[in-house]
């Protein structure tokens, strides 16, 4: 098959056209792949429920006994500690499972270190 010669140089503009158009696409326009936006609305969504039940977790911590010699034992300990005396004492289980989520770990951590003056 004999293409005619002005058909080639349409087509070379054409495929590059296609790539420099997804090139400035993906990285200037804000294009992303299904993936990348489901990964992204995973994480909006983790977050929400984790500031949504932070204010839960903490008031949890501060309905036990001795809250506030506690709260203040939490804001001197190191983080790995802050995060584990609040798994051990379950405050940031999510409700209907025994499941604790570290993103509402860590946020009811800075809702309990940052009240009261902290």
Known sequence: MKVPTLL???LWSAAGGAVAMSVV???FMGWMLGSTAERNA???ADNAVATALA?????KFMAQQGAETKRAA???AS???QRSQIEKGGWAK???TDKTDSTVVGACIAALTKSKGA
């Open 8 to 10: 080639k140089p349409c």
């Open 25 to 27: 696409g993906f990285a």
């Open 42 to 44: 995973l994480m909006r």
């Open 55 to 59: 204010p839960v977790c903490a008031e």
């Open 74 to 76: 939490l804001v001197s």
């Open 79 to 81: 983080s790995w500690d």
């Open 94 to 96: 999510t409700p209907g």
